[in-house]
């Protein structure tokens, strides 16, 4: 009886855990797990034209150190003419060791596809996040 009592605690919060976390930015978060460190990307509402892109980058691992790691060097926006921009600024920095994460600021971008770069982490030379603002604007 016990066990059936745990079992029907355990599993509609599971469930809440599983779907909260996926579904809690529907479609605005990419996750590349790539080599020993996972990096998540989720696009910060509101997505407007005329307002800059706020980017909450989260770096999880249980391998390496997380803190040599310049956010605001090793992330940048790919333009549609494939130029590098930087972030402009950087906010809500928090976490240490193995667990970073951070919203990155960047200028308004007018184009509606957004590709967001996460270079040399984790041994992985660059990985690419990107969304169709289409579908979200």
Request: aromatic share 4%; net charge neutral; glycine share 8%.
């Amino acid at each position: 009886m016990r066990s059936l009592s745990r079992l029907l605690i355990a599993v509609p919060l599971l469930s809440l855990w599983v779907f909260g976390v996926a579904s809690g930015e529907p479609g605005l978060t990419r996750q590349d797990r790539q080599g020993p460190v996972t990096v998540a990307v989720t696009l910060v509402p509101p997505l407007e034209a005329a307002t800059p892109l706020k980017v909450r980058i989260a770096l999880d691992t249980h391998s390496v150190g997380l803190d040599d790691i310049a956010l605001e060097s090793a992330v940048a926006l790919r333009s549609a003419d494939e130029t590098d921009v930087a972030p402009v600024a950087v906010e809500q920095a928090k976490g240490g060791g193995h667990h970073r994460q951070a919203v990155l600021i960047f200028p308004p971008i007018s184009s509606a596809s957004v590709r967001i770069m996460v270079k040399n982490v984790g041994g992985v030379s660059e990985r690419v996040f990107v969304w169709d603002l289409s579908q979200t604007r």
